[in-house]
């Protein structure tokens, strides 16, 4: 097992990545690599979103969505999710503005979530024996993370923050 993963090209580029981001954050203050690398995050995101455009439009036409149209309409989301929020981001820091309690970014977050599930509920996404253990694993999630939230906003209710 060791011996592949030393000979794995995806470990050893990976490695090569992260090496590069500790250089670059040697090297580059904290806030500019930061804004830096944002606008670049923006790019890439714009970058994907147009890559999958014809397949998303083709799965807005459809009337029963398969796994692979679902899927696009997941990755279509999330990344037009970080661009809302990494533009969201980016323009309240050069306007020097704390827009961290904006609709806005309710929003994005709503649009992340939606993203999610679309990649993991589309049936048979991973392969044909899994679409049980993925509900399972769903509704597990689901569950531990309502509980969570439910926790979360009894505090804060309670604390008089929200009202």
């Known amino acids: 097992m060791f011996k592949e993963l030393v000979s794995s090209s995806v470990l050893r580029t990976a490695l090569a990545l992260l090496a590069v981001?500790?250089?670059a954050a040697w090297l580059v203050p904290?806030?500019?690599?930061?804004?830096?690398?944002?606008?670049?995050?923006?790019?890439?995101?714009?970058?994907?979103?147009?890559?999958?455009?014809?397949g998303i439009w083709e799965a807005i036409r459809m009337k029963r969505l398969d796994y692979v149209s679902q899927l696009t309409l997941g990755i279509g989301m999330s990344w037009a999710s970080?661009?809302?929020?990494?533009?969201?981001?980016?323009?309240?820091k050069m306007l020097e503005q704390n827009w961290s309690e904006h609709l806005v970014v309710a929003f994005y977050i709503y649009m992340t979530i939606l993203g999610g599930v679309l990649h993991i509920t589309a049936p048979a996404a991973i392969s044909p024996a899994s679409s049980?253990?993925?509900?399972?694993?769903?509704?597990?999630?689901?569950?531990?993370?309502?509980l969570i939230a439910g926790?979360?906003?009894g505090i804060q209710w309670g604390s008089g923050k929200w009202g």
């Open 21 to 23: 981001f500790a250089i």
């Open 30 to 54: 904290t806030p500019a690599l930061i804004f830096i690398l944002n606008y670049a995050a923006i790019v890439v995101a714009v970058a994907v979103v147009v890559t999958f455009l014809p």
């Open 82 to 92: 970080i661009v809302v929020m990494r533009g969201w981001i980016g323009t309240s």
């Open 132 to 146: 049980k253990r993925v509900r399972a694993t769903l509704a597990m999630a689901m569950g531990v993370g309502g």
């Open 151 to 153: 926790l979360l906003i």
